[in-house]
């Protein structure tokens, strides 16, 4: 096990009806709010009106960025400063899924930045200080409820990017199962393959001895796939709405990577295809997923995904090591498509085009990873191999 | 799964020689420093020298409790606060196991409270206000390094009562596995049932669904058993004490119990057996474990106790499930053996006298669990098994 700093100072009001106490936590923080949310479905589903009255009735004073992309774009964050800044906001309140969340993230650092917000975005180290972030989550899917990153895409330079600051945690998050009732089923797929890809980022991995740590992953693991496609099945079923919900924060609140040196090769491998694409983030990370794994496995990694197997599959140990090893990526490519997912990069409109240049676009920053370090070479053999 | 506010604020520096950073975060509370300890175990293995050797480095005024016992008492308790109140103490740092962090919770607690300090222990409710608390932690398994509750001992009344308040957590914890190299067979062992006990109270539950929480309960069982048996056969192994100091932190900082009804009726039952003959808690607690397990086990029980034997145990589902249950309490057993520990009370020196009087006063305030409740005949036959 490496050493390790814990800190996950995100306060987490988890359940029905848990709106109850935003009032009291946003005057933790002032009275003057920048509601920021996507593309209107929370006007749909009511709950916009339930925020706006709780403001109204606790003399608590809003404004408003709406229309935040999936894939938040760098545009949106610079306009959500300036709303900031032109009213001296206090707190920045983030409703939806981790896209709207990230935005918050970087219109909060922003706001005590001098130069334009993609410089924060490319180097963190520019960020000093941020205003407080809160959030109510609508979506299962990217952990930024309680996490300090967030992911911002720029579409003039085809970047996607990701940045992080510990201040960008969300001071707390509103964290209630019952809205997630509406997310439709490829949205609740996605999400769940995003909660499960952040988890295997971790998990597979070149320390040692994490034991803990390995079997709290495989804990999440099989949290998401006993009910991933329960919640797609009965949209409304609130066990597995909730258990995704929890799962998707813990995946990536850093409880599982302490201690730990960790992979996100397929987050920057997929972060070019939405880049270039502005697919759904969950779906690249299940189409690349299984034959990341693929490239993966060697007799240095072997042991790592018959554990993998065994543990979170119940697959039986007894067999041959690269037999299991297979068997575990076939599995976990199955329960993909079981959740309705494309699983090839043709089905969602990529081809061959723009590979080489997103292989190295991917590997720009260096070579991903390091229990299977990727050059673009490799990239470009998974991106092929995922066609 | 039940709703719950999540919120664990201390900060963990975790792994060898992260003593580096005690003085920068004590400087965060202030330069006057109680430092509380046990039996000098500090002293012979150099620790107490390399702290008060950065205390001196960096000017930070010290005073000393010492001799602060496994059961700690509200004697030291109370003369801790005298300590603070006469230096203006600024932070208290517990340097020890449980006990010594308990007693310094207190004297945190305390410190601003006017009356005698056991009418906080009795009734928490009186707390409003505590010192900051640190701890470096030389003892894996009470988690009091990373929870908000302490257990104190009255000799006069024979009690031991917990009491919990929020800001009793410490602000930050130092935990390097190294320093528990040192600790002996026998109390390794009885940390290590400790532990197991801290997640077995959480584990065996009423809630339904609370899937993810009993997956990650099963993780930390694993992580124990794994490593207890090791720890004590190499006592500088390196990862079995890593494996076991983070899973003390996290049995009991309410990760596992958040969402879920919890029991605690083996930890209430131990209580009176160290409260009325002072034999070591995690001993207590592995003596009673598997007979309350034989005792809770039922009808509506015998499922959870199925899962616990499948999933933790590796036992083959498909049998009879009370032959699965019987088997995975008799696993438990054998384990708490293979440790060291006795396995009935009359081995610690307890027959029945007293038996009949700390059955009434473990149950005093009122039926113990919800899981399967237990008034004081039920806690009388329990310790009368266990003899």
Redesign the interface.
């Known amino acids: 096990?490496?050493?390790?700093?814990?800190?996950?100072?995100t306060?987490?009001?988890?359940?029905?009806?848990?709106i109850d106490?935003l009032a009291e936590n946003v005057k933790n923080y002032g009275t003057k709010v920048l509601l920021v949310y996507g593309g209107g479905s929370i006007k749909k589903s009511g709950l916009y009106d339930k925020i706006t009255n709780i403001f109204k009735n606790n003399e608590i004073s809003y404004w408003e960025l709406s229309g935040v992309e999936p894939n938040p774009r760098v545009s949106s964050v610079r306009k959500g400063i300036e709303i900031c800044k032109d009213n001296k906001i206090e707190l920045i309140l983030a409703v939806g899924g981790g896209s709207t969340i990230d935005c918050a993230k970087v219109i909060g650092a922003g706001y005590y930045y001098d130069g334009d917000a993609w410089d924060i975005v490319v180097d963190s180290s520019k960020i000093n200080k941020v205003l407080p972030i809160a959030s109510i989550l609508t979506l299962a899917a990217t952990g930024s409820e309680m996490d300090a990153g967030a992911v911002i895409t720029n579409l003039e330079t085809s970047e996607k990017l990701a940045t992080v600051h510990k201040d960008m945690a969300p001071k707390f998050s509103i964290l209630d199962p019952t809205y997630t009732f509406t997310v439709p089923k490829n949205q609740t797929a996605a999400g769940t393959a995003d909660i499960m890809s952040h988890i295997f980022e971790v998990y597979f991995s070149n320390t040692?001895?994490a034991?803990?740590q390995n079997?709290?992953a495989?804990?999440?693991l099989?949290?998401c796939i006993?009910?991933g496609k329960k919640a797609i099945d009965e949209p409304e079923n609130?066990?597995a709405r909730?258990?995704l919900m929890?799962?998707s924060s813990?995946a990536i609140n850093n409880?599982l990577s302490?201690?730990k040196e960790t992979e996100w090769s397929v987050h920057a491998m997929e972060h070019e295809l939405s880049a270039f694409y502005d697919i759904t983030h969950g779906v690249g990370l299940a189409i690349l997923t299984p034959h990341w794994m693929e490239y993966a496995l060697n007799d240095n990694t072997v042991n790592n995904f018959v554990e993998y197997g065994v543990n979170v599959w119940g697959l039986d140990p007894s067999g041959d090591k690269y037999e299991i090893a297979h068997n575990a990526i076939k599995r976990t490519r199955e329960y993909f498509v079981l959740l309705g997912i494309p699983s090839s990069l043709s089905e969602v409109g990529i081809g061959e085009e723009k590979l080489e240049k997103m292989a190295k676009q991917a590997t720009v920053r260096g070579n991903l990873g390091n229990f299977k370090p990727l050059a673009a070479q490799d990239v470009l053999k998974i991106y092929r191999a995922a066609l």
Do not use: C, H, Q
């Open positions: 096990m490496l050493n390790f700093d814990y800190s996950i100072p306060k987490i009001f988890f359940g029905r009806d848990k106490v040692k001895e034991y803990l079997r709290m495989e804990a999440l099989k949290t006993n009910y609130y066990e909730a258990n929890w799962a813990l409880l302490y201690g």
